[in-house]
């Protein structure tokens, strides 16, 4: 299993969440999470050539993680630095056409 690939699964990995009682909300997150993402490479696009980079499941799965760890007080930060850098890499690769 490839600890990458944003899933349910991996993410309560990831956050060491072992019990069912917050898979509603991680699976809303992790929704809100991958929109997120591809709106903020191009929000009109239709097609999934932004799921296809590699940096997708990671900015998706570490966006998701981070706003569960802050569900209850305020963010310090509203996206974490390397989701933003994430972000760039793939809106660079997005308008290079690649």
């Keep these: ?30 929704e809100t999470a991958k929109q997120y993402v591809k709106d903020a490479i191009d929000s009109t696009s239709t097609n999934s050539v932004i799921e296809g980079y590699k940096q997708y499941d990671w900015a998706v799965s570490l966006l998701t993680q981070h706003w569960y760890e802050g569900r209850f007080e305020a963010p310090k930060e ?16 997005y308008y290079a056409g690649e």
Excluded: C, F
Aim: proline content about 2%; overall charge negative.
């Design 1 to 30: 299993m490839s600890l990458v690939t944003a899933t349910l699964a991996n993410i309560k990995l990831s956050l060491r969440v072992d019990q069912d009682y917050d898979d509603e909300i991680i699976m809303a997150l992790l």
């Design 78 to 93: 509203h996206i974490p630095t390397t989701v933003q850098a994430l972000l760039q890499q793939m809106r660079g690769k």
